[in-house]
């Protein structure tokens, strides 16, 4: 049978979700999770391969196994087994063509900067520090210049290895709550660095130190050298991955999020 889980972990003490030699990473604590479960060995493929640094709150990750055990078994017992800061939120059965990565057809990242003189000894890797003031209306007009179908290729890392940068943002939204400033970005699939390559772009028009309209140019470019910088990880979160309604996966609910009808599930599927 094949089983899908819900998962959020901090990415603090990470090397990013995937296995890596000599490396703690999320994909290697979770399959030595499961296979004390499982009492073999498990392999498991996730939605969106975060890196070093980056949270998640609404990953979801599928595995295969002979084994028959109720989904709060899956939950509990691999919950049991994994460190302190990884946790399996939910477990289903699933049909055998559902792949956590090629069946998901959007996915959500959230952003948080800190923006105020001092840094916070609470937030520290958890939010983005900037001290310079930040004008969020000037963010949001040129975050419009990004919405639709484009060409990504000056947001997405220089080692990126997706056959194609185009990619299609459907929502883009920024948000003052007194000093804290949340950047939510919902997409079919992300490139690498993708997310934090706009929010970098975004904190730089923010400061004032370019026109909204370098936003729409860079996009242009399509030259990653010439792109602008990119944001540090902390303050990242994968917070939902998306789903046809056949599967009837838990989602997760926000206020102010747009429901987008999800009907095609063959899109390309990257990391941020």
Known sequence: MRIALGIEYDGREFSGWQIQLQARTVQQVLESALA???AVPVRVRCAGRTDTGVHAVGQVAHFDT?????ERAW????????PRDVSVVWAREVPAHFDARFSACARVYRYLILNRRTRSALLAGRATWELRPLAVERMQEAARYLLGRHDFSSYRAVGCQARTAVRTVRRLELE??????????EADAFLMHMVRNIA??????GSGRAAPEWAREV?????RARGGVTAPPDGLYLTEVRYPQEFALPRARR???T??????ASVLAGGA
């Open 255 to 257: 206020a102010g999020s």
């Open 219 to 223: 996009l242009e470019l399509r030259d």
């Open 36 to 38: 004390n479960v499982a």
């Open 259 to 264: 429901a987008i009808p999800c009907t095609d």
């Open 200 to 205: 970098g772009v975004l904190m730089h028009v």
């Open 176 to 185: 003052r709550y007194g000093d804290l400033v949340t950047l939510e970005i």
């Open 66 to 70: 002979a084994l028959r055990r109720s």
């Open 75 to 82: 939950v509990l017992g691999t919950t049991s087994n994994l």
